[in-house]
């Protein structure tokens, strides 16, 4: 990039540019036509901020917990896949910049690092791991317990991938990870297919699974438990009766269902369906500090960002991650002193309202 990034769209702009095919469609694609995918961003255009005047803005507090745990601002690192194919250091890099930004790093399954160099990497950091469970049910425990014993806060457990979606652009390109992205967390019995990801990871995840699995892997670990993939009242509602310490409501960034709702659109059914008996995040088209300020009116506790880390990877490493969580940070902070807002608790669903529900 000639100039520097000074907002996330940036970053993807200068990925389209210098990745090759393969990686690029992987980290862009959504299923099918991509409605969902657009919908994410389109969704957040709708929603309008009231802003409030005459409230002392002079200093914002962006601090917050997730989990009982403190982060200097509500923008957490969502899992993604294969960051080997985004940046030689990989999930290293992410884990060590959201470190130094104080806030919340979730490490894939699917990394192209294995759980052991990443903890280690940025040992005091808040970090999540995100499980899939495999058909190898001994598989699964291993990684759970690697998991604990490396020290990760949570488990978020992904939900909404039963089978891999059909994404066209991995299908055209014949994406598969190059060699040094491939998954380092396994040791034997699962490894990268030779046929290209889509049918691997189809393969591998256990699309059999029940909430009465889910039971049992809770009640397998002392990590307190995130479910990823959450999009109705419904489930939410299940969710908690299980036990959960939090959801994340999630459609995969646009990459599983096509044409199911924008996470922002249903937030506030699931916030409410929950009755404040577990926490409540959001990601899905977190592009801007606005964005961010909608979700955590309409009720998250934090939302979390997926595509734009991967090009702040691509851009420039640990340093590139950072300057994405930084411009997220401080459009943030401007969104807040502009509505009137000087801490996190102060942003309330009063302040926003839906364009057509809504009498705007
Ligand atoms: C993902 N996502 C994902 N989710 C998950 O639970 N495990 C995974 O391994 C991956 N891998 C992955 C790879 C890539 C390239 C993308 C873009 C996404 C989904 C991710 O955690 C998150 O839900 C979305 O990325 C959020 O949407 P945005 O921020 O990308 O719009």
Redesign the pocket.
């Known amino acids: 990039m000639d100039s520097s990034p000074v907002c996330l769209d940036d970053f993807e702009e200068h990925a389209v540019r210098v990745l090759a095919q393969g990686p690029l469609g ?4 959504g299923a099918d036509d991509e409605i969902t ?1 657009r919908e ?2 389109r969704a957040f255009t709708r929603w309008k901020i009231l802003p409030r005047v005459l409230r002392d803005v002079s200093s914002c507090d962006l601090s917050t917990t997730i989990l009982g745990h403190r982060i200097s601002f509500p923008v957490c690192v ?5 960051q080997g194919d985004a940046h030689p250091d990989g999930e290293i890099a992410t884990a060590q910049a959201a470190f130094e930004m104080n806030t919340c790093y ?1 490490m ?4 192209s690092k294995s759980i052991e160099d990443v903890s280690s990497a940025a040992p005091a950091g808040l970090r999540f791991f ?1 499980l ?1 469970i495999f058909k190898q049910r001994d598989i699964t425990k291993q990684l759970i317990r690697r998991a604990e014993k490396a020290g990760f806060n949570a488990l ?1 457990v ?1 939900v ?2 039963p089978f891999l979606a059909k994404r066209r652009k991995d299908i055209r390109s014949k994406y598969t990870p190059s060699p040094q992205a491939r998954t380092a967390n396994f040791t034997h019995g699962l490894h990268d297919g030779p046929d290209g990801l889509h049918s691997h990871v189809a393969e591998l995840i256990d699309p059999s699974l029940t909430w009465d699995d889910l039971t049992f892997f809770k009640s397998f670990t002392k990590m307190p438990v995130i479910l ?2 959450i999009l109705t009242a419904e489930d939410a509602k299940l969710a908690v009766q299980a036990g959960v310490a939090g959801i ?1 409501v ?6 599983q269902l096509d044409t199911v709702p924008a ?1 922002i659109d249903v937030l506030a059914e699931v916030v409410a369906a929950v009755e404040s008996k577990c926490e409540v995040y959001m ?5 801007l500090g606005t964005d961010v300020f909608k979700a955590l009116a309409l009720g998250a506790k934090a939302v ?7 090009y702040g990877l691509v851009y420039n490493g640990r340093e590139g991650v950072k300057k994405v969580l930084q411009i997220l940070r401080d459009e943030l902070e401007s969104s807040m002193a502009l509505s009137g807002c000087a801490n996190i608790a102060e942003i309330k669903s009063n302040l926003v309202r839906h364009l057509f529900m809504g009498k705007l």
């Open positions: 992987y980290f862009q694609t995918l994410n961003r969502a899992p993604t896949g294969y979730t894939s399954t699917m990394s995100q899939y978020v992904t909404d991938v990823k993939g994340m999630s459609n995969h960034g646009g990459r996470t990601d899905g088209g977190v592009r979390f960002i997926g595509r734009p880390v991967v």
